[in-house]
């Protein structure tokens, strides 16, 4: 019943859903679209790895600090942060670079420096950092730390610990909620047609409020929303068999010395943690 008021509701307007679908309009919102997508990701990851070695840190102070900031992120709704940072001149109508209460070297004003593109960056990656500071420390967490100290004790340095043996493991875990997250933010793009940046929704809501033509537009969005959710998600299957297949499954039997399994991984990656994102 449904396929069939699909083809035959003429309300649905098919003929004005495929019109719009490859218009320029579309097109523009569809690229800001993917480039928030990148953007707000690469400062999630980026910032979030800092943020999970600073929750880990000794420093009671530094780690301190990255609970508040996760806290406060994960505590509040990405819409009201949105919000927050496109009127954040009313906060601070000048921003200044400068020594506190010594000279000021740069400033300028916040209305001109916080537009709605700056101002989607800032909420969609200082949130998504957040995240991604307790998906990265989860896989970091996975590496036995046995595997670590076996491996200093056959002399490798700290960076060849971390790149020849914690991180081909924790990649494991992380990528697979990593993905997921990379999804959930094209989606979650969609926020910030409310500061007027002319995404995909905003695009489309352009239109309609000329053309009254609501529903067939959000069908157009709809459509390409579902198309990139789809490509996104066969990449993501496709990478997480890539990092499986380097999985050769080689239980470390009863008794094993952890540095007789990390001496025979020198020339190539440990895997002894099981994928834990299943």
Do not use: C
Not at 67 to 93: D, E, H, M
Not at 128 to 150: K, N
Request: aromatic share 8%; net charge neutral; no cysteine.
């Amino acid at each position: 019943m449904l396929v069939t008021s699909l083809v035959s509701n003429e309300n649905y307007q098919w003929d004005i859903v495929f019109q719009y679908f490859t218009s320029t309009a579309v097109l523009e919102g569809l690229r800001m679209t993917l480039l928030l997508t990148v953007v707000a990701m690469v400062v999630g990851v980026l910032l979030g790895i800092v943020l999970a070695v600073a929750r880990d840190s000794a420093n009671p102070l530094v780690s301190t600090a990255a609970l508040l900031y996760i806290g406060f992120f994960r505590g509040t709704p990405l819409l009201v942060q949105l919000i927050f940072w496109f009127n954040l001149s009313a906060l601070y109508p000048v921003l200044s670079l400068g020594i506190p209460f010594g000279p000021t070297f740069v400033s300028g004003s916040t209305n001109a420096l916080i537009t709605p593109l700056v101002a989607a960056i800032l909420g969609l990656g200082l949130n998504e950092a957040a995240y991604m500071a307790e998906i990265v420390r989860a896989g970091l967490q996975s590496v036995d730390h046995g595997q670590t100290q076996a491996a200093q004790a056959l002399g490798m340095t700290a960076r060849q610990v971390f790149r020849r043996i914690v991180l081909p493991q924790a990649l494991r875990v992380i990528i697979p909620p990593t993905g997921n997250q990379t999804i959930s933010m094209l989606k979650t793009t969609s926020l910030v047609s409310v500061i007027a940046l002319p995404e995909l929704l905003f695009a489309v809501q352009i239109i309609y409020s000329r053309t009254y033509q609501v529903i067939p537009l959000l069908i157009t969005a709809s459509l390409w929303y579902l198309i990139l959710t789809t490509v996104l998600t066969v990449g993501q299957t496709f990478l997480e068999r890539r990092l499986r297949r380097g999985d050769h499954n080689r239980p470390v039997a009863a008794g094993t010395d952890s540095t007789a399994a990390v001496d025979d991984s020198i020339d190539g990656p440990v895997d002894l943690a099981k994928d834990r994102s299943r």
